[in-house]
């Protein structure tokens, strides 16, 4: 995972030294957003299997049930990553326009 939040955090403009400290606050995020799309994709009965799964910290045993129950997984998990890279990059612009829209109201 750090190697995407680094060249996101890259594309994003950010500087190499401030990488550490946006991870801390990003990576929940991702994981978070991450585990909500892989368990849209599933059924009613496999939702509730990968909430146990999560719950018990049983990583590897919810891993092998996205493996299951996700057909395309990997290819899945990409698109994932994408959209999130996508939605991020959004988000920093559109923070920079309204820092922007905010000094030139000074």
């Known amino acids: 995972m750090e190697d995407f939040t680094s060249e996101l955090f890259t594309k994003a403009g950010f500087e190499p030294e401030e990488f550490e400290e946006l991870n801390k606050d ?3 995020v991702i994981w978070d ?3 909500t799309k892989l368990i849209e994709k599933m059924s009613p009965k496999e939702q ?3 909430d146990a ?3 018990e910290d049983d990583g590897d045993g919810f891993h092998a049930l996205c493996l ?3 057909p395309d997984y990997d290819e899945y998990f990409a698109k994932i ?3 999130f890279e996508e939605y991020y990059l959004t988000e920093i612009q559109n923070d920079e326009d309204d820092e922007d829209e ?3 109201d000074k």
Do not use: V
Request: hydrophobic share 50%; proline share 5%.
């Open 68 to 70: 299951k129950a996700i």
């Open 53 to 55: 799964l999560l719950d």
């Open 48 to 50: 509730n299997e990968a």
């Open 81 to 83: 990553l994408k959209d």
């Open 33 to 35: 957003y991450i585990l």
């Open 102 to 104: 905010w000094e030139e």
């Open 26 to 28: 990003l990576e929940p």
